[in-house]
């Protein structure tokens, strides 16, 4: 896990340099350690044995939560987030490396987020796929991982009677999201 900043930069120019086609790709998507209360990040990552960052992924709590973290839990529309802030957790951003990819990495930084999220006590992970990716092979990735797939233009259910995405410039391709186990 990327638990210091300079682990984190790394992460960060990893991302940068696998989702350069993104235009909203920030130079700050992974949060610093410093914003951890707010985000409460988890960032697994692999590296090759020569160091270089192979594989990474991002998991926090979803921006409408952390909005509400900063709003002291209710947000403008009354909707109270405090007693679920932790219940559901985003996939932010997850890739493998090309030269990498089809070895399994992808699913080994899911079986960490997973294993982390559950020790927290979050019951859901959702996600969402935009049409810059490859559509059909990242459903198919996400459906034989475990992940209800939801088809284009459907959205994201509420969990624990709340909505966890705000608008978005573009729709995604697509929304997935399950379950957690217990821990």
């Not at 409460?40 to 921006?63: C, D, Q, T, Y």
């Not at 209800?148 to 909505?163: A, C, H, I, N």
Request: charged letters at 20%.
């Amino acid at each position: 896990m990327a638990r210091t900043d300079p682990e984190r930069a790394e992460v960060q120019e990893f991302f940068g340099l696998h989702f350069a086609d993104i235009a909203d790709i920030a130079e700050n998507a992974v949060p610093v350690v410093a914003h951890d209360d707010l985000y409460r990040p988890v960032i697994p990552f692999i590296r090759e044995s020569e160091g270089r960052v192979v594989a990474a992924a991002l998991a926090n709590r979803p921006m409408i939560a952390a909005g509400s973290v900063m709003m002291g839990g209710k947000l403008p529309n009354g909707v109270d987030y405090g007693p679920v802030l932790d219940d559901v957790y985003q996939l932010d951003l997850i890739t493998v490396a090309a030269d990498h990819r089809g070895q399994g990495l992808g699913t080994r930084l899911l079986s960490a987020v997973d294993a982390e999220l559950s020790a927290r006590g979050t019951r859901v992970i959702f996600g969402c796929v935009t049409d810059e990716h490859d559509v059909q092979h990242l459903q198919s990735f996400y459906t034989a991982a475990g992940f209800k797939v939801l088809d284009q233009g459907q959205p994201l259910p509420q969990f624990r009677g709340r909505t966890w995405v705000g608008a978005l410039d573009a729709a995604p391709a697509f929304y997935f999201y399950r379950q957690l186990p217990r821990a």
